[in-house]
């Protein structure tokens, strides 16, 4: 009869499938195994590199992060390192803090359990959102002070996180961020200021009129 020999041939495929899939779940990436272009599909493999644009960058340590030893750092270190190098909380403003979190929770709380990602309580998560707004980038309450270069402070600046307060360091502390910046945008994969871009940013903001009373 087909339909009989319909089934024992459904039969005789799944046991191949089966006799070829490895001895792990098949349904599960593995973690640790190195991420190669080779193993993944072209649409796994694009995903993966547009998500490794602008990841918070390696090679902070925990001891430099704002008020170390409290309950905030300890969380951000024990959790938010997990699958990218651990985000420091001037990464970003306190606006655009909590929709980033948002996302965050959401891909930590679908993993599969198999995993193994350390997920916290409520209370935890309400103490780490504090302590990242707490200690987040200061972005600038008023306008911004008119002077050449400030469309480029502000193309240049908005790119990872909002447009910070030009007030917020001295014009001689601001050659030292805007270093950091570079280095951090090299780390990120972001394209490097142009010299001129340079100057024009430096010089705005090393020639910032007086902050309105
Ligand atoms: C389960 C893995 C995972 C954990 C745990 C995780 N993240 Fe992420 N994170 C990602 C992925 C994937 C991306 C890249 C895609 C994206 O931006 O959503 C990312 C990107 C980021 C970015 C860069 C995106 C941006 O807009 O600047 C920041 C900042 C960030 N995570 C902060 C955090 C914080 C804070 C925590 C802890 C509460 C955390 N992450 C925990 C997976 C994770
Ligand atoms: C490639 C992404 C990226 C770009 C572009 C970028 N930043 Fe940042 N910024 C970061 C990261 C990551 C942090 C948190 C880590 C740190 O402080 O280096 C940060 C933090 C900051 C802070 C808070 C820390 C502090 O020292 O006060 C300021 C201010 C800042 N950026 C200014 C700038 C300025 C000015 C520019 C434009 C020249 C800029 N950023 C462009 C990634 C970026």
């Not at 495929?13 to 640790?32: E, F, M, N, R, Y």
């Not at 193309?155 to 447009?163: D, E, V």
């Amino acid at each position: 009869m087909t339909y009989t020999r319909t089934i024992a041939a459904l039969a005789t495929c799944a046991l191949i499938l089966t006799a070829c899939q490895p001895a792990s779940d098949p349904g599960v990436p593995d973690a640790a195994a190195p991420v190669s272009t080779g193993v993944l599909s072209a649409g796994d493999a694009l995903l993966l590199a547009s998500a490794r644009i602008a990841l918070p960058p390696e090679g902070f340590d925990a001891a430099s992060l704002p008020d170390p030893t409290s309950t905030g750092a300890t969380l951000l270190v024990r959790y938010c390192g997990q699958c990218h190098a651990v985000p420091t909380p001037s990464m970003h403003s306190a606006t655009d803090w909590p929709r980033i979190l948002r996302r965050m929770w959401l891909r930590m709380d679908w993993l599969p359990d198999s995993l193994q990602v350390a997920l916290p309580e409520v209370g935890d998560r309400n103490m780490l959102s504090r302590y990242l707004m707490e200690n987040a980038l200061r972005v600038s309450a008023e306008e911004l002070p008119p002077g050449s270069g400030r469309e480029t402070f502000v193309t240049l600046c908005s790119q990872c996180h909002s447009t910070p307060d030009p007030f917020l360091h001295s014009g001689q502390d601001w050659v030292s961020v805007f270093q950091r910046m570079e280095l951090n945008m090299e780390r990120m994969g972001v394209r490097r200021p142009s010299r001129a871009e340079t100057e024009a940013v430096l010089s705005y903001l090393q020639d910032l009129p007086p902050r309105a009373p």
